[in-house]
């Protein structure tokens, strides 16, 4: 079972920034793919960035300017390892809660939120004006 625990949320101005962090453990084979989605209030979750075990990253275009994905497989022979995701010049539109999700196969079509099976607890980001 693929456990993940997001961290990394908080409170921040606008033009700020956030690193958010999401420990991954339980991955059994790959490839495997890691993502970032989020949801505010009132709207449907969307996805924000995704990465698979063999590094191939894709974006929602709108974000690709400001954030960036990476993931930390140094751990991986133990099954672990950490996503992140650094968001800069942060807007009040960016205000969502995160999730991290995480599921098989690969990154080399466009990921929709069926594509993962595991998800996390969610992280509060919200943005101030």
């Known amino acids: 079972q693929v456990r993940l625990v997001e961290s990394g949320g908080g409170s921040v101005q606008a033009g700020g920034s956030l690193r958010l962090s999401c420990a991954a453990s339980?991955?059994?084979?790959?490839?495997?793919?890691m993502g970032w989605f989020r949801q505010a209030p009132g709207k449907e979750r969307e996805g924000v960035a995704f990465i698979d075990s063999d590094g191939r990253i894709s974006y929602e275009d709108l974000l690709k300017d400001r954030f960036t994905i990476s993931l930390d497989n140094a751990n991986a022979r133990n099954s672990k390892n950490t996503l992140y995701l650094d968001m800069n010049m942060l807007t009040p539109e960016d205000t969502a809660m995160y999730y991290c999700?995480?599921?098989?196969?690969?990154?080399?079509?466009?990921?929709?939120?069926?594509?993962?099976?595991?998800w996390g607890q969610g992280t509060q980001v919200t943005v101030s004006s």
């Open positions: 999700a995480a599921g098989y196969g690969d990154n080399t079509r466009a990921l929709r939120r069926s594509d993962f099976l595991y």
């Open positions: 339980g991955y059994v084979y790959t490839p495997y793919r």
